[in-house]
T-cell receptor, first 115, second 113 residues
């Protein structure tokens, strides 16, 4: 059963520490998204790749966040240095542009707490 | 910027009652998608509507896309406890048809047995 895999599932870290979240998209999908979910802001798009090329990261605080796709099977989201306001659930999602229904599949999320 | 609003924010129903959530976009959408997120879970794609006035059904769920392609609704008939969760609508950002979604704030549905 194909699914998007995210690690870590849960992370508690101290303010100022670096956090790296990883995502393995569904094999064959050409589009990868990073979303952040908080109670106050809901689901926000942070970054978006197609065929590994970054298309849009306008939703991401540039000074501390970075997103990359080193290869087709790995996407990373890094926060350095982390701050308490970064506490949220970070979802990776993947999809195939032009695929049936334009369906996007979300991973189970990385629950980040910065203390 | 583009906004997608959902009402109500919360809905509590007795099992067996019907439920409807409404979604309104500030801009015309090329398509609209609906997702369900169970408590502690992740958004799961339910359906996409593309055509003006389109109506689609999935068992007890009925999805509708407005004629002007700026609003949509999800109706659940005879709710069950398994329907509990947050229902999100999402539309593509202006100038895109795929992927870069603007999500509504969601409607949290609780069902009392």
């Amino acid at each position: 059963d194909a699914r998007v895999t995210q690690t870590p599932r849960h992370k508690v870290t101290e303010m100022g520490q670096e956090v790296t979240m990883r995502c393995q998209p569904i094999l064959g999908h050409n589009t990868v998204f990073w979303y952040r979910q908080t109670m106050m802001q809901g689901l926000e798009l942070l970054a978006y790749f197609r065929n590994r090329a970054p298309l849009d990261d306008s939703g991401m605080p540039k000074d501390r966040f970075s997103a990359e796709m080193p290869d087709a099977t790995l996407a990373t989201l890094k926060i350095q240095p982390s701050e308490p306001r970064d506490s949220a659930v970070y979802f990776c999602a993947s999809g195939l542009q032009g695929g049936p229904g334009n369906t996007i599949y979300f991973g189970e999320g990385s629950w980040l707490t910065v203390v | 910027g583009q906004q997608v609003m959902q009402i109500p924010q919360y809905q509590h129903v007795q099992e067996g009652e019907d439920f409807t959530t409404y979604c309104n976009s500030s801009t015309t959408l090329s398509n609209i998608q609906w997702y369900k997120q169970r408590p502690g879970g992740h958004p799961v794609f339910l359906i996409q509507l593309v055509k003006s006035g389109e109506v689609k059904k999935q068992k007890r769920l009925t999805f509708q896309f407005g004629e002007a392609k700026k609003n949509s609704s999800l109706h659940i008939t005879a709710t069950q406890t398994t329907d509990v969760g947050t229902y999100f609508c999402a539309g593509p950002r202006l100038g895109t048809s795929y992927g870069k979604l603007t999500f509504g704030q969601g409607t949290i549905l609780t069902v009392h047995p």
